[in-house]
């Protein structure tokens, strides 16, 4: 009776000693960040904001020789399915010749560091964990319609650096002793409704040793969301709301013209 009951859990240990064996080892420097605000309100005077991204570094031992710690602060906007089309103009008329469908391209995407992006950075960890803006893009969606998609994504890049929506700060983390970080991300005017996130890495020699993650929700308040809310989800008043407004408008500027001309 006892060795029937003692062999389930002799098997549960024997299981439970595997799994201890391979969990990861808590990393030697760990990063203790936090934000200076986790929402941002876009009213109809919304001209941008700022967020400063503050932290330091945890660790039980002295700070190890070598080359110094590097960070990488990223802040990424909702992700969009678009779609880059080339034209050319042939016979005196703008006609699309190739397109490349992109299947999640971050709708604002910043990565700020503590020296140039190329310098602390190898291509492996880059590819490892998305760091660069080329590789903020998500896989490319739908069959390839074009033999090589690299201008068209590089297009896309161009233009949204050139709206401020893409940006690379080289250099605007500041780093205190190898322990304590602070980045300020400038956040333009025309920032998208959702949840942004926040990723900060930790480097040494080249590894990430640590990241961190938290989240910005972005919203739209007061009128500019009821407009936002009325457009999308009962089109039909809006437009109605939008011509009476516009007739109000027109007829009110008539009348002032009126009085001003008999005056």
């Known amino acids: 009776m006892i060795r029937r009951v003692l062999s389930p859990l002799f098997a549960l240990i024997l299981l439970a000693l ?6 990861p080892a808590p990393a030697a420097e760990q990063i203790v960040a936090g934000l200076s605000r986790d929402d941002v309100d876009i009213t109809t005077s919304f001209d941008g904001s700022e967020i400063i991204i503050y932290g330091a570094i945890k660790r039980e031992t002295p700070i190890p020789s070598g080359k110094p710690l590097e960070v990488i602060v990223t802040l990424e906007g909702p992700v969009q399915a678009l779609t880059v089309r080339h034209k050319e103009r042939r016979l005196g008329v703008w006609v699309n010749t190739g397109r490349v469908s992109i299947g999640a391209a971050p709708s604002f995407y910043v990565v700020t560091t503590t020296r140039p ?17 080329p590789l903020a893009m998500r896989a490319f969606s739908g069959p390839m319609e074009v033999e090589d998609a690299v201008p068209y994504t590089e297009a896309l890049i161009r233009l949204r650096h050139a709206a401020d929506v893409y940006r690379l700060d080289d250099g605007a983390v500041h780093l205190a002793e190898q322990t304590l970080f602070r980045a300020d991300v400038r956040l333009p005017a025309n920032l998208v409704e959702g949840i942004y996130s926040t990723r900060i890495f930790l480097l040494r020699d080249g590894m990430v040793m640590d990241t961190f993650r938290a989240p910005i929700e972005v919203r739209k308040v007061g009128l500019e969301r009821w407009l936002y809310r009325l457009a999308l989800e009962k089109p039909f008043i809006y437009g109605i709301m939008s011509l009476a407004i516009a007739v109000a408008a027109g007829w009110g500027a008539s009348a002032a013209f009126r ?4 005056a």
């Open 18 to 23: 595997p799994l201890k064996a391979q969990a």
């Open 259 to 262: 009085l001003v001309k008999r």
């Open 117 to 133: 992006l190329h310098q602390i950075l190898p291509p492996a960890e880059d590819q490892r964990h998305r760091i660069s803006i």
